[in-house]
T-cell receptor, first 116, second 114 residues
Framework: AQKVTQAQTEISVVEKEDVTLDCVYE???????LFWYKQPPSGELVFLIR??????QNEISGRYSWNFQKSTSSFNFTITASQVVDSAVYFC?????????????FGTGTRLTIIP | DAMVIQNPRYQVTQFGKPVTLSCSQT?????MYWYQQKSSQAPKLLFH???????NEADTPDNFQSRRPNTSFCFLDIRSPGLGDAAMYLC?????????????FGPGTRLTVL
């Protein structure tokens, strides 16, 4: 069975600080996909990144960066120089590579509050 | 430009009164999903359609049904809502096929059961 754990329920940081959101996953599949989604107060889930299990390269997109380590089954997300607009709930998710049934297993989310 | 549209954004119903939530998409994606997200919890998949093929999750209550009359539209019917069904309901779509693609989510419908 697949499982995603986001141990940090809530995090608060002062604006401009860096913050890392942790994600640990469990799966027996050798091929799988990992995701991060942002859910602002308005409710919709906004896609941030997808990473497949064969690509362990870290990725940077503006102030966002992701660290994928298969050895520790972790896919952590760092926001550099945080801004108030980053305040949201962030979900890490896992999906097996079953085309036509890309079922997402979500973690319980981390509520991030950026204090101005 | 809205790609996954959910109507209404807020729905209030009475205990036991059937309610239908609507989802439409302009992406022409062949896969559509319905998730239930209760307060401060992760989204939980209820079921999905791959084209016209319906796939129910094993733990989805019989109280929840779905219809997909065409590619663009998908409906979630709750036959007899209980207080425990109050939640945000999220619709998502994906272009299923050979390449793995991300799911696009709608803004959700927040259901209140009185």
């Amino acid at each position: 069975a697949q499982k995603v754990t986001q141990a940090q329920t809530e995090i608060s940081v002062v604006e401009k600080e860096d913050v890392t959101l942790d994600c640990v996953y469990e799966t027996r599949d050798t091929t799988y996909y990992l995701f991060w989604y942002k859910q602002p107060p308005s409710g919709e889930l906004v896609f941030l990144i997808r990473r497949n299990s064969f690509d362990e390269q870290n990725e940077i997109s503006g102030r966002y960066s992701w660290n994928f380590q298969k050895s520790t089954s972790s896919f952590n997300f760092t926001i550099t120089a945080s801004q108030v607009v980053d305040s949201a709930v962030y979900f890490c998710a896992l999906s097996e590579a079953n085309f036509g049934n890309e079922k997402l297993t979500f973690g319980t989310g981390t509520r991030l509050t950026i204090i101005p | 430009d809205a790609m996954v549209i959910q109507n209404p954004r807020y729905q209030v119903t009475q205990f036991g009164k059937p309610v239908t939530l609507s989802c439409s998409q302009t992406l022409n994606h062949n896969v559509m999903y319905w998730y239930q997200q209760k307060s401060s919890q992760a989204p939980k998949l209820l079921f999905h359609y791959y084209d016209k093929d319906f796939n129910n999750e094993a733990d989805t209550p019989d109280n929840f049904q779905s219809r997909r009359p065409n590619t663009s539209f998908c409906f979630l019917d709750i036959r007899s809502p209980g207080l425990g069904d109050a939640a945000m309901y999220l619709c998502a779509t994906v272009a299923g096929g050979l390449n793995y693609n991300e799911q696009f989510f709608g803004p959700g419908t927040r259901l209140t059961v009185l």
